[in-house]
């Protein structure tokens, strides 16, 4: 298995509060990605880096933000948590990107629950 | 028309059978497809990969109709093992994101 590790693995918090979800990796994977997943809508990519501080938007990055300082963690934040974030947040790392077509290895995944 | 959509099932069968499921992708431009198998409660995991020409690891099976824009799932002899929900996935035109459908979920009994 890829050397992904997600911290917390599960945590409940309050709306408004901030919640910093962690990746770490420890393949030297360039790519990393953040997704959600909620029942009736399947995976979608919040965030993803291609590189130490380079990231870029994915389908629904409204109220998250990201940060990549080394190569082995990026880190998601909520700035200010909502019920509709609520969800299962699932790191994942790939070495060429997905345009090559590479597999993406996930992480065991954060499930968040915002009250 | 949602970019990957699968039927969500369940499929319920017994063991032994052949079961097949399809997805249907909306960009006719999209060039790389993939199939994932994704466990009750866990991460994802690359399943296979999906030519034009179809490919076949063991007991699994995948076609590619451009024509159609769909991909197929074939599974012969299912296995308890495989109850599992399929995640059909596709490149984004862009390059630069991989789109998941919704899944499929199996469920072989003995």
């Known amino acids: 298995d890829a050397g992904i590790t997600q911290s917390p693995r599960h945590k409940v918090t309050e709306t408004g509060t901030p919640v910093t979800l962690r990746c770490h990796q420890t393949?030297?994977?360039?790519?990393m990605y953040w997704y959600r997943q909620d029942p009736g809508h399947g995976l979608r990519l919040i965030h993803y880096?291609?590189?130490?501080?380079?990231?870029d938007k994915g389908e629904v990055s409204d109220g998250y933000s990201v940060s990549r300082s080394k190569t082995e963690d990026f880190l998601l934040t909520l700035e200010s948590a909502t019920s509709s974030q609520t969800s299962v947040y699932f790191c994942?790392?790939?070495?060429?990107?997905?345009?090559?077509?590479?597999?993406?290895?996930f992480g065991p995944g954060t499930r968040l629950t915002v009250l | 028309r949602k970019e990957v959509e699968q039927d969500p099932g369940p499929f319920n069968v017994p063991e032994g059978a052949t079961v097949a499921f399809n997805c249907t992708y909306s960009?006719?431009?999209?060039?790389?497809f993939f199939w994932y198998r994704q466990d009750c409660r866990k991460e994802p995991k690359l399943l296979m990969s999906?030519?034009?020409s179809g490919n076949e690891d063991g007991r699994f099976t995948a076609q590619l109709n451009r024509a159609s824009q769909y991909i197929s799932l074939l599974i012969r002899d299912s296995k308890l093992s495989d109850s599992a929900t399929y995640l059909c996935?596709?490149?984004?035109?862009?390059?630069?994101?991989?789109?998941f459908g919704k899944g499929t979920t199996l469920s072989v009994s003995s």
């Open positions: 994942a790392i790939s070495e060429s990107g997905a345009v090559a077509a590479d597999e993406q290895f």
């Open positions: 393949e030297n994977h360039r790519y």
């Open positions: 880096s291609y590189g130490v501080k380079d990231t």
């Open positions: 960009n006719s431009a999209s060039q790389s």
């Open positions: 999906v030519y034009s």
């Open positions: 996935v596709v490149l984004n035109q862009a390059g630069t994101a991989l789109i």
